[in-house]
């Protein structure tokens, strides 16, 4: 049980019961703290767990006993006001907190730190540990008081640069002439806004109010004359603030030297210094937010009022640029000075709103800095914890027992609105107060919505906040010089994406791409898959930088780079669009003249709505003129263009990266003859019809050389994506028809999700009708030389390979297999198997030498004939294509101890045939996972004894269980190799949950 924690010194005490040891009662003995026995030049020994060793024992002597506290970052904790110990002992981290002994077995001090270039150890003092436990021992709380001054220890050589006095210092080396303590004072170092302050008797003294400043030596503290940092701790420590229900002010008289001239402080103003450290924070977006800590005010010099601490940022701050260790001071139009103002604060808005919040970072608390955010309720409710500490008085005397003494938190969620968490209807916007306004309904003029906070119906007028009437609209930057790069500029936006978990391998959090429309009557969105990784989070599209609309994931493809997004097309109005804002893509015959290569733009653009890009399906070729069109990294409203001719034709070929993540594969990609200006990726148009030939998108690979990701952009043609823009359009129909709607059931809905093709075990994938099918393993491209000289391929073949494609000398070789499936059997054997190495030759009677030639036969059959070429013998063998179904993958995600679980996706299975079902793919830091150090990237194949085999059986398996009761798991890594772990439940701060798509959209329930 926690018992105590220091407000500022590096130590604290735990509670155990100590008939609760079994084996080694009789084993245990207690260490004596022996401060006193701490000299310079004594013998130590550090037992601890030293880099992790379990009880190393290292060896010393004592050098110093008068060092000042060591300084570790300016962000985090720092000592203060004490001496530390020094020695070269050379300890590492896993030893914090180590006794250090003696020759006798007595701890003479705890070890707390070390310098990292050199073998110093930094111990600190147990004078105040030992005050400390004597005061627990007598079921008291430690009395804690501070003036909120920093001191530092100055010897007397620096002491007389700051003007001591001889006088002084003769007394002073009088007094210390037997200390192992250098010759010197307490000097301040820094004033906190609330310290250093005496107590005024009358106005007029308010006005003078004394205060100690920078550079004063403390000659004495109440009693005690040139007290060091023991004696300051102890003289401060016997006013006991910790019961002043009536605020009264406590003081202290000190006398101090300035400049050589000595001051006496009468009442030096003292606080509890117990209250000046949080006990309680706030769950917010995935973050947590608490007062400001003494420790927090000291390195940032700051009021512990000026904001609420940034400890954790999460989901919904660090998305808007909010950073942890930062103050945040207003949200919305609302200060937030303390938690009280924070939670007020949050309930005065919805699910979904956007505001603007102010913070600063510590260190720079002068600059403000603003940050867009967006509310979110629906993942992340908000949550108050309190600390509820154990009662002393039970725990020391009634130590057969624990119950009732347990130091514990408590929580309770915050007050919002009764919308926040429901879907609100596209055509409407969130206001503060709970009101909900309908935009463009012509037969209700009032719009009412009860608040939760005073049971009161709300009734506003529409016209009073919005216009009945109100859409969206951009204006575009038609600046570049090509007509056909200008008339595909309102087709592009920005897509950024934040990931709510990572799951299917996902390495960073936020995401950024540029999107092209290419239905806008339906909002569909074309974006490469290194912007949406996953199916699990936050999709957003921008235009022109002046709006921003949620979108949802439809549609992530397999194994080709490319995603479509949805966002509400209602946003904008189609029919209203004064001043030219319809742009004519209509091209002369003589575009490539240089005085037609300009076109004419309207002096007013006030209104302009986003237009669907035509896509031309088409193989490109060495010698395609092309036009890149795309959007600037820095300004995502300004448009690059640049005239490019394609000099070869090239494939996609990525290695599996260390941690399994999409990769695409059966892909050909064209080069340039000239390096592409820096963007945040676009498209490729015909410089003659205007029309997208290729997307200009960005591939992440893995580099096993030096183990880091990196990024790189290619053109890939939009042949298979227009065939699945078009195959979502008829199947929208068709399930429209039916009543069912394919994709946004609300087109303003803010998140997204789907189903998945192989690997999501949830959705039950045999009542949805597959999009299209796949060959589902990876094709790398052999020259026919080579198929020719090394594999014996028969002259037949490769008279037939050439006359298919007269530009391509090449065969295609299975490189990559599909191991959740068996691709492919004999059609006389009906053991055989596809292999690697095998020369695709046809498919169901076709000769097939590029990519595009097999996906064209296989996108519409569930089995095809496979003609293959293998050790000399053309095969015939019967394939079972992959089933590809509308939705971006995984569809169901359980969070279990920090454990993120899902069954394994595409790119998992690519290493080998799953073990289970069950596939962790990332720790949440803090959980149990991560404490009992239960490793990502493994399959659980056994839950205390019990087989699981899918997501379903793990929630069996895991449902009975109680909060602190020990589990045993079995698992697997992607190689085989079996293991077993084990933890220890935590449902407290760890509840089990589970995102479930279904219904067309995200849903959290709790396990």
């Not at 609330?194 to 109010?209: A, D, H, N």
């Not at 968490?421 to 055509?427: A, C, G, I, R, T």
């Not at 695409?664 to 205007?690: C, M, P, R, Y």
Request: aromatic share 8%.
């Amino acid at each position: 049980t926690p018992l105590y924690r220091d407000p500022v010194h590096d130590f604290g005490f735990f509670h155990y019961d100590p008939n609760k040891l079994k084996y080694t009662a009789d084993k245990v003995r207690a260490v004596v703290l022996a401060p006193e026995a701490a000299k310079v030049g004594l013998e130590i020994r550090v037992v601890g767990n030293d880099s992790g060793e379990k009880v190393s024992i290292l060896s010393g002597t004592l050098a110093r006993l008068d060092r000042n506290a060591p300084f570790y970052n300016n962000e985090g904790y720092n000592d203060f006001n004490t001496f530390y110990y020094c020695a070269a002992s050379n300890t590492s981290g896993g030893s914090s907190g180590s006794p250090v002994l003696d020759c006798y077995g007595r701890a003479v001090a705890l070890n707390a730190g070390g310098a990292t270039h050199s073998s110093a150890s930094y111990y600190l003092p147990l004078k105040g540990v030992k005050r400390a436990l004597e005061a627990l021992r007598e079921s008291r709380q430690p009395v804690r008081t501070t003036a909120q001054i920093i001191w530092r220890h100055m010897t007397c050589d620096e002491m007389r640069r700051l003007g001591l006095s001889e006088e002084t210092e003769r007394r002073l080396r009088q007094a210390k002439r037997k200390s192992d303590i250098s010759c010197g004072l307490l000097v301040v170092e820094q004033l906190l806004p609330q310290g250093g302050w005496c107590k005024s008797e009358s106005p007029e003294q308010t006005k003078k109010q004394q205060r100690l400043d920078v550079g004063d030596a403390l000659l004495q503290l109440g009693d005690t004359e040139f007290p060091d940092f023991d004696d300051l701790e102890a003289t401060l420590d016997q006013y006991d603030l910790s019961e002043n229900s009536e605020k009264k002010i406590f003081t202290v008289s000190c006398t101090i030297e300035r400049g050589g001239k000595t001051i006496n402080m009468d009442k030096l103003i003292l606080h509890n210094l117990h209250a000046l450290n949080p006990d309680e924070f706030i769950e917010f977006g995935g973050g947590i937010l608490h007062p400001l800590s003494f420790c927090a005010t000291r390195n940032g010099n700051l009021d512990d009022r000026t904001g609420v601490y940034v400890a954790y940022a999460g989901f919904v701050l660090d998305a808007a640029g909010v950073p942890c260790h930062s103050v945040l001071t207003t949200l919305g139009e609302f200060s937030t000075p303390d938690l009280d103002a924070l939670e007020s604060a949050i309930s005065k808005f919805n699910d979904g709103d956007r505001i603007v919040a102010r913070f600063y970072n510590i260190g720079d608390r002068f600059n403000d800095q603003v940050a867009t955010l967006r509310i979110n309720l629906r993942w992340f409710p908000p949550r108050r914890w309190k600390r509820q500490d154990p009662s002393l008085t039970d725990l020391m005397h009634n130590t057969n027992t624990q119950s009732g003494c347990c130091c514990c938190w408590t929580s309770r969620s915050l007050s919002f609105f009764t919308q926040s968490v429901k879907k609100l209807p596209s055509n409407s916007i969130s206001l503060p107060n709970g009101v909900v306004v309908a935009l463009g309904n012509k037969n209700n003029t009032s719009h009412r919505q009860k608040n939760k906070n005073t049971g009161q119906d709300k009734t506003l007028p529409i016209s009073s906040i919005v216009p009945p009437e109100s859409p969206a609209s951009a204006t575009f930057q038609r600046t570049c010089g090509e007509p056909a790069a200008n008339a595909i500029v309102s087709s592009l936006c920005k897509v950024s994406f934040d990931v709510l978990h990572a799951i299917d391998g996902v390495v960073d959090w936020h995401f950024a791409g540029t999107g092209v429309v290419v239905d806008a009557k339906r909002g569909l969105v074309a974006v490469d898959r290194n912007t949406v990784v996953t199916s699990l989070g936050e999709a957003t599209v921008t235009f022109a930088a002046s709006v921003e609309i949620p979108a949802k994931i439809v549609f992530a493809h397999p194994t080709h780079n490319f995603a479509l997004v949805q966002y509400d097309p209602s946003t904008f109005s189609l029919s209203s669009s004064p001043n030219g804002s319809k742009v004519n893509t209509s091209l002369s015959n003589n575009t490539k003249k240089k005085e037609q290569s300009s076109i004419t733009l309207p002096t007013t653009r006030k209104r302009e709505v986003p237009t669907g890009a035509k896509l031309e399906s088409r193989e490109l070729e060495v010698g395609d003129e092309l036009t890149f069109v795309g959007l600037s990294r820095t300004n995502s409203d300004q448009p690059l263009s640049q005239r490019v001719r394609v000099t070869e034709i090239s494939a996609v070929n990525i290695a599996q990266a260390h941690v399994p993540r999409f990769r695409a594969i059966n892909e050909e990609i064209a080069k340039f003859d000239q390096v592409l200006n820096k963007s945040l990726g676009g498209v490729l148009v015909d410089t003659n019809s205007g029309n997208v030939v290729a997307t200009w998108s960005c591939y992440s690979f893995y580099s096993w050389n030096d183990e880091k990701n990196y990024e790189s952009f290619h053109a890939v043609g939009v042949d298979a994506l227009a065939d699945v823009v078009n195959r979502l359009a008829k199947f929208d129909q068709e399930r429209s028809a039916n009543g069912d709607d394919l994709v946004m059931q609300t087109a303003g809905s803010r998140t997204n999700g789907s189903s998945s093709p192989l690997y999501a075990s949830f959705h039950h994938q045999e009542k949805l009708k597959p999009l299209l099918y796949s060959i589902g393993f990876g094709l790398r491209r052999l020259p026919l030389s080579t198929a020719r000289t090394s594999m014996k391929l028969d002259e037949h073949w490769v008279d037939r390979l050439q006359a298919k494609q007269p530009r391509r000398s090449q065969v295609l070789s299975v490189a990559q297999l599909n191991h959740a499936s068996s691709p492919g059997r004999d059609s006389n054997l009906g053991d055989e198997r596809v292999r690697e190495g095998d020369l695709i030759l046809a498919v169901d009677g076709h000769t097939c030498c590029t990519f595009g030639d097999v996906e064209t036969y296989v996108r519409d059959s569930e089995s095809v004939a496979l003609t293959v070429w293998r050790d000399g013998v053309a095969k015939d063998l019967i394939l079972n294509t992959e089933p590809i179904f509308p939705g971006p993958g995984t569809d169901r995600v359980i969070l279990w101890c920090g454990l993120l679980l899902q069954a394994p996706h595409r790119a998992v299975i690519e290493m080998g045939a799953p073990s289970t079902g069950i596939y962790a793919s990332y720790y949440l830091y803090g959980s149990p996972a991560s404490f009992y150090t239960i490793k990502a990237c493994r399959f659980i194949r056994e839950v205390n004894g019990q087989q699981v085999h899918d997501l379903d059986d793990f929630v069996q398996a895991v449902k009975n269980l109680s909060d602190g009761e020990s589990v045993r798991l079995k698992t697997s890594d992607l190689q085989g190799q079996q293991g077993a772990s084990t933890l220890k439940t935590d449902f407290a701060f760890w509840p089990s949950q589970q995102f479930i798509f279904s219904d067309g959209d995200w849903h959290l329930r709790a396990l």
